[in-house]
């Protein structure tokens, strides 16, 4: 069975850059799609990028021209590369999948645990 961890947040300053890492384990990621979430306290999950597992992308208006997604079939990881972060992307961020993309949670079946990423300085 699919399962997804996280990794490669932590505590960046104004400005910086963080690369998170989704790692799939029990399955390949060939038939899924990916998303990254995240969830700030007190606020819904908001969807920041998705990738098809033909290597489509998509990202909410919020990261566009920031963040990028990317996928290594090889190693069945898939990337959110983010730049200029600022202190609104503080939250917590999630890799899921589904069979397509889509902006609502409840269409991923498999989240993984999370990683924090705060932003401050």
């Known amino acids: 069975q699919l399962q997804l961890k996280e990794s490669g947040g932590g505590l960046v300053q104004p400005g910086g850059s963080l690369r998170l890492t989704c790692t799939a384990s029990?399955?390949?990621?060939?038939?899924?799609?990916i998303g990254w979430f995240r969830q700030a306290p007190g606020k819904e999950r908001q969807m920041v990028s998705c990738?098809?597992?033909?290597?489509?992308?998509t990202n909410h208006a919020s990261s566009a021209g920031r963040f990028y997604i990317s996928r290594d079939v090889a190693k069945n990881e898939v990337y959110l590369q983010m730049n200029r972060l600022r202190p609104g992307d503080t939250a917590v961020y999630y890799c899921?999948?589904?069979?397509?993309?889509?902006?609502?949670?409840?269409?991923?079946?498999?989240w993984g645990q999370g990683t924090q990423v705060t932003v401050s300085a």
């Open positions: 899921a999948a589904s069979w397509y993309c889509s902006g609502f949670p409840d269409m991923y079946n498999i």
């Open positions: 029990g399955s390949t990621l060939d038939y899924h799609s």
């Open positions: 990738i098809t597992n033909t290597g489509n992308n």
